[in-house]
C-alpha cells in the first residue's frame, strides 16, 4: 500500500455509527409535531414518518418507534407492544395511568436491553438544570424548600381524573424527584381542571408543584424555584428562558441561559444509549417511582 495512503486510512475519523432508523406512532399528541421535526432534522436518525402500530412492530428494520398519541394509557399499551417486538421506545408523557403497566414493561425492556425514554419536556432545559445543579452542588446551601408552577394560558378539560396535574404537572414531579428523590408523603389536591396542588414531603423538604388552568399569561408565570439557606435559584419564564439567582448578602442576578433546542437533546442521549451504549441520565427505578408519584398525587393509584 501507498505510504501515504496507509497513513490517511490510519488516521481518518472513525465512521459515524449507522442512522437509527425511526418511526412514530400517533400525531395528536401536543408534543408530536415538535418531535416529527426533531427527528427529521437529525443526521442520527433514518426517519420513517408517522405509521400504523402494525407496520412499526412488524417492520424489522425500525429499531425505535417514538409513541406520541393523546390517549395515554394506549401509548403504554403501543409502548409494551413496542418492548416486545423488540424496539426501543421514546414514551411522551404521562406514561399511562398503570404503575404496574409501566413496571412490568420496563422489566421487559431491561431483560431485553432495550432503551425507553421517558418524554418529560424539560429534563434537558438549560435554566432549570441551572437551578438544580446550583442545588446539587450546595451552592444555595441546605435546601428546604422547591417551588413550582405550569400554568396554562389556555384552558384545556381533562378526561383523566388527576385533571390537568395529571397531563401537565408530571413535568414539575419529574424535577422534583430528579432533585429531591422519592418522598415519604404525597398530597394531591385536585378538585378540578383549574386549579391543581401536590405537595411532596421529605425529611427538611417541601416541595408543592401548582397548575392554574386558563391563566391569559400562563406561560410567564411559570417557574421552577429551589430555596436553601444561602439563596435562591429560579427559572422563570421557561420560553425564553431566563436565570435567576438571589444569594445571601449578595444583590439578585439574572442571565438568559443558552438557547434550548426542543426535543433534539433527548433524542440524541436516545441515540447515544442505542448505538454507543451511553448509560441513560435517567434510570428505569427513577421513571418508574417518579410515575407512582405522580399516579398517587393524582389519586389514580
Not at 222 to 239: C, D, H, L, N, Q
Not at 280 to 285: G, V
Amino acid at each position: 500500500m501507498d505510504r501515504r495512503v496507509f497513513t490517511t486510512a490510519l488516521f481518518a475519523a472513525p465512521a459515524a455509527p449507522p442512522r437509527i432508523r425511526a418511526a412514530m406512532i400517533g400525531n395528536d399528541h401536543g408534543h408530536a409535531a415538535s418531535k416529527r421535526k426533531a427527528l427529521s432534522s437529525m443526521s442520527e436518525y433514518d426517519f420513517a414518518g408517522v405509521v400504523e402500530p402494525s407496520s412499526a412492530f412488524n417492520d424489522k428494520s425500525i429499531e425505535m418507534v417514538a409513541i406520541e398519541t393523546r390517549d395515554y394509557q394506549r401509548n403504554l399499551e403501543y409502548a409494551q407492544l413496542a418492548v416486545a417486538s423488540g424496539k426501543h421506545v421514546h414514551l411522551d408523557k404521562p406514561p399511562g395511568t398503570s404503575y404496574e403497566g409501566l413496571r412490568d414493561m420496563f422489566a421487559i425492556a431491561r431483560e431485553k436491553k432495550l432503551a425507553v425514554q421517558m418524554g418529560y419536556q424539560w429534563r434537558y432545559h438549560p435554566g432549570m438544570n441551572a437551578v438544580l445543579d446550583a442545588a446539587r452542588e450546595g451552592k444555595l446551601g441546605r435546601v428546604y424548600r422547591f417551588r413550582a408552577s405550569i400554568d396554562k394560558p389556555a384552558r384545556e378539560e381533562s378526561p383523566y381524573k388527576g385533571g390537568m396535574m395529571f397531563i401537565e404537572g408530571c413535568h414539575l414531579i419529574d424535577r422534583a424527584t430528579a432533585l429531591l428523590g422519592k418522598p415519604r408523603k404525597v398530597t394531591g389536591f385536585i378538585p378540578g381542571d383549574d386549579n391543581n396542588l401536590v405537595v411532596l414531603e421529605y425529611d427538611g423538604v417541601i416541595a408543592e408543584i401548582s397548575i392554574a388552568n386558563g391563566d391569559p399569561n400562563g406561560n410567564a408565570h411559570r417557574y421552577v424555584e429551589v430555596i436553601g439557606t444561602k439563596g435562591t435559584a429560579k427559572a422563570s419564564p421557561f420560553a425564553p428562558g431566563r436565570v435567576h439567582f438571589h444569594m445571601e448578602g449578595e444583590q439578585p442576578r439574572s442571565y438568559d441561559p443558552p438557547p434550548f433546542p426542543t426535543y433534539t437533546p433527548d433524542f440524541a442521549e436516545l441515540a447515544a444509549t442505542i448505538r454507543l451504549g451511553k448509560k441513560p441520565l435517567y434510570s428505569f427505578e427513577h421513571d418508574l417511582m417518579t410515575h407512582r408519584v405522580l399516579l398517587e398525587a393524582c389519586g389514580m393509584l
